[in-house]
């Protein structure tokens, strides 16, 4: 029965450490193909790191839409005209390739050329780390 016991024990432990090592790369590969991915004009800038230096505190996610597309979501903390905002972005994923679809500050939508305006903010004062 001890040895019964013992063996349940060890099965339980080997399940939590495969299920916890599943757990450990911080992005799926949704996420890293738009973190890792750039926008025309700015081909030598990935998106992530831009990301990463302009907002404080960036968090990624990704789901599947309810029309059935990949979502990437980012939402991230920033300063926006020397005020402080919170901004929401979501890319279709299709393959190696993304788009933005949705593009928010403080909650309010924005319009594609007011959207393409802050995407070229963003990327346009990204300073690779020397």
Known sequence: ??????????????????????CGSKYDENIM???????????NVQ????????FDDGQWDSFTSTENKTVVEFKGSCMW???PAKLRMQFTVTGN???????AIDGNPVTIEEGIDSIEKILSDYRPKK
């Open 81 to 83: 005209n020397n005020i």
């Open 1 to 22: 029965m001890k040895i019964k016991n013992f063996s349940l024990m060890m099965i339980s432990a080997l399940l939590m450490i495969t299920l916890f090592a599943g």
């Open 47 to 54: 998106v992530g790191d831009a990301f990463d230096q302009f």
């Open 33 to 43: 193909t738009v973190r890792e991915g750039h926008f025309d004009g700015y081909p």
């Open 97 to 103: 390739r993304f788009e933005v679809n949705y593009f």
